[in-house]
T-cell receptor, first 113, second 117 residues
Framework: NAGVMQNPRHLVRRRGQEARLRCSPMKGHSHVYWYRQLPEEGLKFMVYLQKENIIDESGMPKERFSAEFPKEGPSILRIQQVVRGDSAAYFC???????????FGSGTRLTVV | AQTVTQSQPEMSVQEAETVTLSCTYDTSESDYYLFWYKQPPSRQMILVIRQEAYKQQNATENRFSVNFQKAAKSFSLKISDSQLGDAAMYFCAYRIPTQGGSEKLVFGKGTKLTVNP
């Protein structure tokens, strides 16, 4: 079992470009979570998805950010028109149904220049 | 709103010694879970230990143990026989009970642990 796979590991974007972050959950896991870690901070919840459904997006900024978890393929966190304040490490985690713990990926570090 | 506070931004310990990292949280719930995660320089978030609030017995995982004081809303992590590989950021986290099996976590700001040889 390869664990939660995130790519790319590092991503550099210029202000105004789009960033697409990918997350492949562990085999058999149907729940995906995205968190953001700003410098010197803990992780902050962004969104919780199941296959083809957004369950809780209470931590997502209202504009420019979107997430999906299609029936086939990885979960995608998309940030449009990036700004310097979007620079952070973005972590994905996955879990099987009805459990009380999940597995994190290694994160994608986004740098906006 | 639930909050998690780690009052020690940095701690250091001598190799083979014991260190305790502090964590307090705020909640009105009676049933919840608490976690300690380790984040080494590789950035990987690694689950160290978990505690169910309904269990009075403190959780233990090898050299890692917790002191869970539910009434005081305190959840400290004790690392015994510290090793160089224990050097990392340590995050305390609380699981918000939500509907639909969601396991949204609230994290503290972390404690950077240095292990001196």
């Amino acid at each position: 079992n390869a664990g939660v796979m995130q790519n790319p590991r590092h991503l550099v974007r210029r202000r105004g470009q789009e960033a697409r972050l990918r997350c492949s959950p562990m085999k058999g896991h149907s729940h995906v979570y995205w968190y953001r870690q700003l410098p010197e901070e803990g992780l902050k919840f962004m969104v919780y998805l199941q296959k083809e459904n957004i369950i809780d997006e209470s931590g997502m900024p209202k504009e420019r950010f979107s997430a999906e978890f299609p029936k086939e393929g990885p979960s995608i966190l998309r940030i449009q028109q990036v700004v310097r304040g979007d620079s952070a490490a973005y972590f994905c985690a996955s879990s099987p149904l009805q459990t009380y713990g999940y597995t994190f990926g290694s994160g994608t570090r986004l740098t906006v220049v | 709103a639930q909050t998690v506070t780690q009052s020690q931004p940095e701690m250091s310990v001598q190799e083979a010694e014991t260190v305790t990292l502090s964590c307090t949280y705020d909640t009105s719930e009676s049933d919840y879970y608490l976690f300690w995660y380790k984040q080494p320089p590789s950035r990987q978030m690694i689950l160290v230990i978990r505690q169910e609030a309904y269990k009075q017995q403190n959780a233990t995982e090898n050299r890692f143990s917790v002191n869970f004081q539910k009434a005081a809303k305190s959840f400290s992590l004790k690392i015994s026989d510290s090793q160089l590989g224990d050097a990392a950021m340590y995050f305390c986290a609380y699981r918000i009970p939500t509907q639909g099996g969601s396991e949204k976590l609230v994290f503290g700001k972390g404690t950077k642990l240095t292990v001196n040889p």
